[in-house]
Structures are given as C-alpha cells and as structure tokens.
C-alpha cells in the first residue's frame, strides 16, 4: 500500500473515531431516552423468573470478569433485584477468579439487605473454584464435592439454606453466566441434557449468536451484550446502568454505518472506472 | 478526596492504554505492565486458596482421596524438568480422558441430536402456525444448516449443483459471521463507554462538585 493512501485511511480512521467519541460523549452528559425494543429471548428470560414460585432455589454459575463488565454489568444488576423481588432462594458461585470481586461490587449495589434477604437464609455466596466441564458435572451431581464452604469459609452443613440442597435434584432453575462464546456448551451438556434443568443463559453481545442455537428448546432465555441488560432493565422496571450504554452505542455506531456504507459505495464506483 | 484518588489512579490507566492508539509510548508500557501484572497476582492468589480451601485443608482434616488430584496437579509442574517431564503425560491423559467422556454424551444428544430434531419440528410448527412468516422462518433455518454444512464437505468437489449449494451457504455462513462481528463491535463500543462513564463519574464529575 502506498503511503499515499496509508494515509488517506488513517485520516478516515481517525475522523470515524472522533466522531464516535463525540457521540458517545452526548449522551452520557444529556440522556437521550432513545426507544430500545424488548426481544423475545430477553422477555423469556425475564418470563422465567417471574414465573417461578416463591422461595424457589436458583443456582447462579457466575462466570463474570471485571475487564468485561461495562458490558454486562446492567444484566447482572437487573437479574440480582428480579430473583430478590420475586423472593427466591439464590446460591451464587463463581467459576472465575474475577467472580466474587465483582459479585461483590454488584451485591453492594443492589443491597439484598433491602429486599428483607438474610445472608445463609436467602443467598449464599459460595466463591470461588475454577469449575471446567467437568467442574459443572461435579458440582451438578454433588456440591459438597465442590464446596464443603462458602465464600466466608463457613462449612456449608451450618448454612441454613444449603442444609437440604446438595445437587441438580434440589435446583429449579440455573442461571448461567459466561464470557468464553463457547462455555455455554458446558451448561446444555452437563445440565440440560443430563439433569434437564431449566436454564437460562447471560453473556457477551459476541456469544450472543453461539447461544441462540440453543434458545428456546434447551436454554429458555438469554441476555447478550449490554443492550439486552438494558432490555432486561426495561422490561422489570428496575432502571440502571444500561440505558446510557444504549444510548451512547446507539449514537456510537452511527460513524461505523456511514463508513462501512461510504466504502463500500466508493469500492464498487472505483471498480465500474476500472473496468 | 479518597474517592477522586482513586478516580485518578483509574483514569491515569485508562488514558495510558489508550495512548496506544497515538503510538507506543513509555505511559502505555508502564500501564500495561501494571494491568497486567496485577490481574496475574490476583489470578494467582485466587487459584493458590482455591487449592489450599478445597484441596490441602481437607486433606489434612482426613479426606485422603484428595491425595490423588493434587498429585496429578504436581505432576503438571515435571515439565519444568526435562528429565521426569514424561510424568506431565500422566495428569494430561487423565484430563483429556475425562473430559472427552464427560463431552461426548451431551455433544451427541445436545449438539446434534437436539439441533437437528429442532430444525425439523419448527419446520413443521413454522408451516402449522398462523403467520406465514413462521414457515419462511422454519424454511431459511433448514436450507441454512444443510447449506452450511455442505460448504464444508470437501470429499466431493465443489462444482455443479453441489457448488451452487455450497455457495449459498457460504453467504449463510458470511451472514452468521458478519452477525458475530457487529456483537465484538458493539462490545468494543460498550466497553469504550463504560470508561468514558467512569472518568465522568468518578473523576470529572466529583471534580466539579456534581457527583
């Protein structure tokens, strides 16, 4: 390439970002309240959930990362006030190391103190273990093979909740957080197809595509990408983080449009000259 | 004024990763450096409790089979050693074993069986249900899976009436990607957000007394 026009893209490059940058900006300063739809695989996530009875126990496989937070952040939010608003049984265990910092700074946020829950009664947190395939077969089949603590070293047989509750057999739902595309895999084979647990799926807007495969039939529900906690946000009536992100990536985006359209048309009159 | 410190500090590491986009410079090495070196020992002393709460305590409270996983765990470590690092064959082999019986099951059921019983039941729901739209639903999903798969079956080649098959799934398979690529783009867009959010908030905003 010539430097001609190695410089002739670099300057594309750098008008595209200073606009994107721009864009960004307006919102985060002004909200917009640009309209977000709610999809269907969101409303079925949120759906089971709601639907579940009370006191019902839901198992959070919490695979977050604190680098990837912005983007999920408003999912797990929204998620954590719908499980204690509609009072159920939450036990929470992180499959990477980065899981309890952020578990921690969401459950600060959130606050279940002020939804009446009681560490031990109501949620557990049982931190960390690096829980592979095989890890998630283990835990589904015995807990205690996994965890004989929680996350504060407290043997889970003096917990109260976790008295009666030692495999698949005592969880309702599942609630499976990823970052790798591909872990949710993990979740169909070792807990759908093996136990037919109900299972519901939260991840990044690029595993977005590898989960739906895989929705309705084994994974009710999923949320993928900072839009979908926003729609999540929408649809529980539980505002956060997610509109400003949604706003912000609206208007973001619009630069990438333009210049994925205005190359294209450029290629194709370049190629009529040519011929 | 703690909490702007911190601000500081984070948006010091924010702008220092971002330099980069200028040039390399010696504020992005010094960022990098700190990152990454902090999230290692994060990940380190995560891994090394991790061992010791659910692996060494145990053991020394009685529960002797857990002899056996921390000795495959060591023999991992052989390979520093040229000379005994056949032994790292041993854990690896048990891994693998494991792992592909334990895939192998709920591939064949969930991955293949399922999908396939899927494509062919809304199909038949698609036709079966009110909305037309449904149908072409059910119709596109069934001519994509066997277009797609076919574009990878290269025992035969790809001319004729098979090419023209495997050249519509190659355009299901560029709209499956394309359609992964605009999620990492929009995820680099959140993440861009996300730190622009934090330097607002904790950061500029304190600053000028509007937190």
Not at chain 1, 34 to 47: A, F
Not at chain 1, 135 to 164: H, W
Request: some cysteine; aromatic content about 12%; overall charge neutral.
């Amino acid at each position: 390439m010539s430097s001609q026009i190695r410089a002739k893209w670099t300057k594309r490059y750098q008008i595209m970002w200073v606009a994107c940058l721009i864009l960004m900006f307006i919102p985060l300063i002004h909200p917009l309240g640009l309209p977000t739809p709610v999809s269907k695989q969101v409303k079925d996530y949120y759906n089971t959930i709601k639907n579940l009875p009370e006191g019902s126990i839901v198992a959070v496989s919490f695979g977050a990362s604190a680098t990837l937070l912005d983007e999920q952040e408003a999912q797990f939010l929204a998620t954590w006030k719908i499980l204690f608003e509609t009072k159920q049984k939450v036990i929470f265990f992180s499959t990477t190391e980065d899981g309890p910092m952020v578990l921690n700074m969401n459950l600060n946020k959130v606050k279940p103190e002020s939804y009446g829950y009681v560490y031990g009664e109501d949620y557990v947190r049982l931190g960390y273990a690096f829980l592979g395939e095989a890890g998630q077969a283990a835990f589904s089949e015995n807990i205690r093979s996994v965890y004989t603590s929680d996350f504060y070293g407290t043997n889970l047989n003096n917990i109260p909740l976790m008295k009666d509750i030692n495999s698949f057999e005592d969880i309702d739902l599942l609630i499976y957080e990823y970052t790798s595309c591909t872990d949710i895999e993990w979740a169909v084979r070792q807990w759908v197809v093996a136990h037919n647990t109900p299972t519901i799926a939260t991840t990044l807007g690029c595993c977005g595509p590898m989960a739906a495969p895989y929705y309705p039939t084994q994974v009710q529900g999923f949320l993928s990408g900072s839009v979908a906690g926003t729609e999540l946000e929408i649809i529980s009536g539980n505002p956060g983080p997610g509109a400003a992100i949604s706003d912000a990536s609206n208007l973001g985006i619009i630069p990438f449009f333009i210049a994925i359209l205005h190359t294209n048309v450029e290629y194709f009159m370049q190629r009529r000259k040519e011929k | 004024m703690a909490d702007i410190l911190a601000g500081l500090v984070g948006t010091f590491f924010i702008v220092s990763v971002l330099s980069m986009l200028w040039k390399d410079n010696i504020v992005f090495r010094f960022g990098q450096a700190c990152i990454i070196g902090a999230s290692m020992a994060h990940y380190c002393f995560m891994n090394t409790q991790m061992v010791f709460t659910q692996g060494v305590i145990p053991l020394s409270q009685g529960k002797l089979t857990l002899v056996f996983p921390l000795l495959l765990g060591l023999l991992l470590y052989s390979r520093l050693n040229k000379d005994i690092a056949w032994l790292a064959r041993y854990p690896t082999n048990f891994l693998i074993g494991v792992g592909s019986g334990l895939m192998i099951a709920g591939t064949l059921r969930g991955q293949i069986i399922d999908q396939v019983k899927q494509t062919i039941v809304d199909l038949f729901a698609g036709f079966a249900s009110e909305s037309p739209l449904d149908a072409l639903n059910g119709v596109i999903i069934l001519v994509g899976v066997i277009t797609s798969l076919s574009f990878f079956i290269f025992t035969k080649e790809h001319k004729g009436a098979f090419g023209y098959i495997t050249k519509i799934g190659r355009v299901f398979l560029m709209i499956s990607l394309g359609a992964n690529f605009a999620g990492e783009l929009v995820w680099y867009l959140t993440q861009m957000i996300g730190r622009l959010m934090y330097i607002l908030n904790q950061l500029i905003w304190p600053l000028l007394g509007m937190a």
